[in-house]
């Protein structure tokens, strides 16, 4: 094997322990290495072959992968296509913090301890929303302070962890590909925020029969996915945007203010307000 190199997290904790950047060839990437902290890439344009931990993975436009400390990795060219991704770092120290959200149950914890992860892969409206925030955190930066502009990015972060790379883990491989394919629609926030009769009519099933295939594979019924979704992209609009609490349990797909109050609170054991005070 060809020596690893090591890279320490001491190169960006001295702004606020994350930071994100774009690399836009195989060529601008580093050799096979390793390093201290997470990072999660995002692949905005083209192709390429991604090494990791004794794997291959061919990843493309779309792909988002997290990498966890001491995996080893580096990025090669794919049959001459370009490659362009976004890069996020960010410390052990950032991920508890976002770990922490999902106690006790741990989930998030779980995910530095499983093997390697699955590429998961964006709509192109997701991989909008992430760019578009991304160029809203650099804005952040020249007109907050940077506590918050950390915070801010610290729940961008956990929004992503936690709808896409938490609840790809939480799946089974052997569900049938329409079941699949459905749970990935189900992610994009205009299929989540109409909820269930959404659901049904994605599957082309009864709902019993989609009742039983979630319960069967996924371990939830349709509405606890769906409310799970919804309690994620609160998080994020609660720390990032000025609207009222009750327009945010609007457009995540809650019916009754109290009904988003309830299950935020079930979750994360603090109202929402309380976590809007806490992230500011």
């Not at 938490?166 to 459905?182: E, H, I, M, N």
């Not at 109409?194 to 979630?214: D, I, K, N, P, Q």
């Not at 799970?228 to 992209?233: E, H, P, T, V």
Request: aromatic share 14%; proline share 3%.
């Amino acid at each position: 094997m060809p020596d690893v190199v090591r890279y320490s997290a001491d190169g960006f904790t001295t702004d606020f322990g994350m930071g994100a950047a774009w690399q836009h060839s195989v060529l601008e990437t580093a050799p096979l290495h390793t390093h201290d902290f997470f990072e999660i890439f995002l692949v905005t344009a083209g192709q390429a072959v991604h090494l990791v931990n004794h794997s291959i993975q061919n990843v493309r436009a779309g792909d988002m992968v997290l990498i966890r400390p001491d995996d080893v990795h580096c990025y090669d060219f794919y049959q001459g296509h370009p490659f362009e991704f976004l890069n996020f770092s960010f410390t052990r120290e950032t991920f508890n913090s976002i770990a922490r959200l999902t106690e006790p149950d741990n989930s998030v914890y779980e995910l530095s301890e499983r093997p390697l992860l699955s590429v998961c892969t964006l709509s192109a409206g997701e991989m909008d929303f992430v760019v578009g925030n991304v160029n809203g955190m650099k804005e952040l930066r020249k007109k907050y302070t940077a506590d918050y502009a950390r915070n801010c990015y610290k729940s961008f972060l956990a929004y992503l962890v936690c709808r896409f790379f938490l609840r790809r883990a939480q799946g089974k491989d052997r569900a049938p590909l329409w079941l699949q394919s459905l749970i990935s629609q189900m992610e994009s926030i205009e299929n989540f925020s109409e909820g269930f009769s959404r659901m049904v009519r994605l599957s082309g099933y009864t709902e019993e029969h989609l009742c039983r295939m979630m319960r069967k594979f996924y371990g939830t019924t349709p509405v606890g996915f769906i409310n799970d979704l919804r309690l994620s992209y609160s998080l994020y609009l609660l720390a990032n945007t000025r609207w009222e609490i009750i327009e945010i349990s609007e457009r995540c797909g809650f019916q009754t203010l109290s009904h988003f109050y309830h299950l935020f609170k079930r979750k994360y054991a603090m109202t929402p307000k309380k976590y809007r005070n806490l992230s500011q």
